[in-house]
């Protein structure tokens, strides 16, 4: 009776091409673009239930670059900006306008985003095409207060096409798939190296 067996540097091959695969998916949409949100939140200070308002923009502009090795696209996040008014129902109550900006020069995961700018820190994730989760954390009179916003893509970034309605380079960082030219690579060589005894 025939079997089909793999050598050694077969085994090695296929294990390269599984760890190819990322274990979860990228969401697959770059983080570039302008982002609106806007909502209110209940918070604890001090034992004492407050609400917090926030609403405002975020643009991030970012270079896109194109990698053969993994045949995507990689996006390196150059500059973030938010603006917005925020106001915390204390007594007094405390409103404030904010204008935070940073160059970044930081490659982007497809997955998290986060950044510190002037004591605030925002973390977004992007969950579809046009929706991301922002958490911002500031410190407002003296306190640090987390709230979670959902936040809407009101434009791509420049650098970024979406004439025909998923953008030029639709799919970037969208895990792993047997079609692509790396796949191809890695099993291949596995016609090559197998025997039959």
Partial sequence: MKRLAFSLPALVLLFLFLSACPAS???GYPLGGVWEYSGTVTVTI?????????????????????DWWSDDFDEKIRTFGAKGTFSLSLSPEIREDYNHFRQV???????SFEISVDDALYFMEVTGRTRADLK???????RR???????????????????YGDGLF????????????L???FLLPLLFL????
């Fill in 46 to 66: 001090d034992g004492k239930q407050a609400v917090l308002r926030d609403s405002g923009r975020i643009t991030i502009d970012s270079g896109y670059s194109y």
């Fill in 183 to 185: 796949s191809v690579f």
């Fill in 145 to 163: 207060v987390s709230a979670v916003f959902s936040a809407v893509r009101i434009r791509w970034d420049e650098d970024w096409d979406d004439d």
């Fill in 136 to 142: 911002i954390t500031r410190t407002i009179g003296g």
């Fill in 25 to 27: 998916a990228y969401s």
């Fill in 105 to 111: 020069y930081q490659w982007y995961n497809f997955r």
């Fill in 194 to 197: 197998s025997r039959k005894k």
């Fill in 170 to 181: 639709f799919g970037v960082g969208g895990g792993c798939s047997t079609g692509t030219r």
